[in-house]
Structure formats: structure tokens, C-alpha cells
């Protein structure tokens, strides 16, 4: 992988059926993501934004094209091969929390690096909390956080381990205009500084904060 892309699509293309109709979700969508580089995805509601980011995490496989992680085939694996290359390689982040009530904050961060082989680089659970301000709450219950503190430990959930890639969804999406910006300056703080960071939003500040923005219409990447 050395000087290659971290992450690629190639060529993606993804169809859905509605009756006897096709629904072309993803027209040869192409996205290479650099190392260190974060790349925001934008465009309006039924874009393709999502699907492309089901595609990247291995989700969802396209019906033409491939996805490469590390310089590895991702797509059109069994579905217990991309389990474990998603596991190992992948971080998600999205709108709805994932954190397990019955874990403290710190439990649910520990649980989720458990399933990572650790890489050089990987943040401490601990230390990853306090760099995300959370320092404080590492013994909370889920169900205690602010929609900003809910959104910081969805972020360190995703982080845990130190996946390469790091992929979000609307990441802050459910918080208020000061707590976005506080989010997104941690994000570029703690994204991998050696993977690929593809963040999917409608916020132009999340796009502001990014090395390059994308537009996405109709299933095109433009």
C-alpha cells in the first residue's frame, strides 16, 4: 500500500427494484481516499451518500465494481471474511448511538477495541476518553451523557482498537452548532493519521472541516 490509496472504490455501481423497475442507487461511483486524508461526502437526501458508505464498510456488496481496503479486495467476499476484515480495519460511526446501556462509558470502549488487533498506534481506551473530554464520565451509563458527550463516545467506540479506516454517517447530526464544531475539531484530533477518513453529512461545516469534499447527485460522484 505503500504511497496508494487506504481506501477505493472502483467503478461502484448499485441497483435497487421497485416492482418492475431498477433504481440505480450508485452510477460507477469511483472515491480513493489517500493516507491521513479525510474526505467529506455531500449531497441532498436519496443521493447515493449512504449506499456509498455501505459499499465502503462492506455492508452491502455492489452489483458492479469492487472496494479495496489496505490494498485488499473488500467486496464480493463471504460474508465472515468481511466480518473480520471490517472488524479489524474498520471503524463506523452514525447517527443513532451504539453504546450498550449496561456498559459504563469506558466498558463500552474496551468492548469494541477487544474485537481489534491492536496496531501500533492504537490509543488507549482511557487515554482515547480523555482526549475526547470524557475523562470525567469514563464510569457513566450511556443513558446519563449529553447528546454531545453521547456523540464523543460514539466516536471513541469507533476508534477503539485504532482502525485504519474511519467511516461516519451524519456524525453530528443530532447535536447543537457549538458541540458540531467542538466534534469536529476532536475528529481531525483522533481520525487515523495513517488510514482514510470518509465522512458523510449534509452540514457544510462538516464539509469545511475535511481535506476535500465530494458531491454526490443521483447516484453520481461528481
Excluded: C
Excluded at 461502484?12 to 481516499?33: C, K, M, N, Q, T
Excluded at 451518500?49 to 455492508?59: D, F, W
Excluded at 468492548?111 to 470524557?134: C, K, Q, W
Excluded at 469514563?138 to 482498537?161: D, F, I
Amino acid at each position: 500500500m505503500p504511497g496508494g490509496a487506504v481506501l477505493e472504490g472502483r467503478g461502484l455501481h448499485r441497483f435497487y427494484r421497485r416492482g418492475d423497475v431498477e433504481i440505480p442507487a450508485l452510477r460507477d461511483v469511483s472515491l480513493a481516499v489517500a493516507p491521513g486524508e479525510m474526505v467529506a461526502v455531500v449531497g441532498p437526501s436519496g443521493s447515493g451518500k449512504s449506499t456509498l458508505l455501505a459499499m465502503l464498510a462492506g455492508l452491502d456488496d455492489p452489483d458492479g465494481g469492487s472496494v479495496w481496503v489496505a490494498g485488499e479486495r473488500f467486496s464480493h467476499r463471504g460474508p465472515a471474511d468481511q466480518a473480520r476484515l471490517r472488524g479489524r480495519l474498520i471503524g463506523i460511526l452514525t447517527q443513532a448511538s451504539g453504546l450498550v446501556e449496561h456498559l459504563t462509558v469506558l466498558g463500552n470502549v474496551q468492548l469494541a477495541a477487544s474485537f481489534r488487533p491492536p496496531r501500533a498506534t492504537s490509543p488507549d481506551p482511557r487515554s482515547l476518553l480523555v482526549d475526547l473530554g470524557l475523562g470525567s464520565r469514563a464510569h457513566a451509563r450511556p443513558s446519563t451523557l449529553s447528546g454531545g458527550e453521547t456523540a464523543r463516545a460514539n466516536l471513541a467506540v469507533a476508534l477503539a482498537g485504532g482502525p485504519l479506516v474511519l467511516l461516519a454517517d451524519e456524525p453530528t447530526a443530532e447535536v447543537s452548532r457549538d458541540e458540531e464544531a467542538d466534534i469536529l475539531a476532536l475528529l481531525r484530533q483522533v481520525r487515523p493519521a495513517d488510514g482514510a477518513t470518509v465522512v458523510v453529512s449534509h452540514s457544510a461545516t462538516v464539509a469545511a472541516a475535511a481535506d476535500r469534499v465530494v458531491h454526490m447527485t443521483d447516484g453520481i460522484l461528481r
